[in-house]
T-cell receptor, first 115, second 117 residues
Framework: DAGVIQSPRHEVTEMGQEVTLRCKPI?????LFWYRQTMMRGLELLIY????????DSGMPEDRFSAKMPNASFSTLKIQPSEPRDSAVYFC?????????????FGPGTRLTVL | AQKITQTQPGMFVQEKEAVTLDCTYD???????LFWYKQPSSGEMIFLIY??????QNATEGRYSLNFQKARKSANLVISASQLGDSAMYFC??????????????FGRGTSLIVHP
């Protein structure tokens, strides 16, 4: 079975540009997570969807960030406008459900560089 | 307060030796899940092992075992017979109930493990 798929794997953009990151969760998984990883802040949960509905977006840094999950097999994380401090690795993860024992499986990540 | 604390930023171990990576957690919930992930230099996050808060036996997966001490809120990862390919960052994580009722995951800052030949 395919794991979590993310695209693009690398993105280099200029400050002020819009960036869209994409994620396809594992088929049958009902929960989806977006994370950001930096050396300074470690791995931060940005937003969490269950059954395509945002459950917790308290980690979304500011209004420049938005995330959608239009269906069970696709999610996007958008940054508009992007800033150099948004440079990080963005991971998408999915789990079967929303219970404490439901393991998250991670995608390969998108390395974003904002110049 | 930190939910997950990994006090060892870096660890070194000789090949074939065992190593313990420390993790303590903070929760007032009775029902929670504890996880360990490996992140090699290539960057992917690989799930290693899971321990449920109600599990009485320590979890094991091949060379990985989780030393679960509930009263101490400790969930240390033990890697037996270390291999060069075990060199990586290791993250401890917990999934506990949030104020909104859903189970939110939190990760520690990680421990870098280097295995020497």
């Amino acid at each position: 079975d395919a794991g979590v798929i993310q695209s693009p794997r690398h993105e280099v953009t200029e400050m002020g540009q819009e960036v869209t990151l994409r994620c396809k969760p594992i088929s049958g998984h009902n929960s989806l997570f977006w994370y950001r990883q930096t050396m300074m802040r470690g791995l931060e949960l940005l937003i969490y969807f269950n059954n395509n509905v945002p459950i917790d977006d308290s980690g979304m840094p500011e209004d420049r960030f938005s995330a959608k999950m239009p269906n069970a097999s696709f999610s996007t994380l958008k940054i508009q406008p992007s800033e150099p401090r948004d440079s990080a690795v963005y991971f998408c993860a999915s789990s079967l459900g929303q219970y404490p024992g439901d393991t998250q499986y991670f995608g390969p990540g998108t390395r974003l560089t904002v110049l | 307060a930190q939910k997950i604390t990994q006090t060892q930023p870096g660890m070194f171990v000789q090949e074939k030796e065992a190593v313990t990576l420390d993790c303590t957690y903070d929760t007032s919930d009775q029902s929670y899940g504890l996880f360990w992930y490996k992140q090699p230099s290539s960057g992917e996050m690989i799930f290693l092992i899971y321990q449920g808060s109600y599990d009485e036996q320590n979890a094991t997966e091949g060379r990985y075992s989780l030393n679960f001490q509930k009263a101490r809120k400790s969930a240390n990862l033990v890697i037996s017979a270390s291999q060069l390919g075990d060199s990586a960052m290791y993250f401890c994580a917990m999934r506990e109930r949030s104020s909104g009722g859903s189970y939110i995951p939190t990760f520690g800052r990680g421990t870098s493990l280097i295995v020497h030949p």
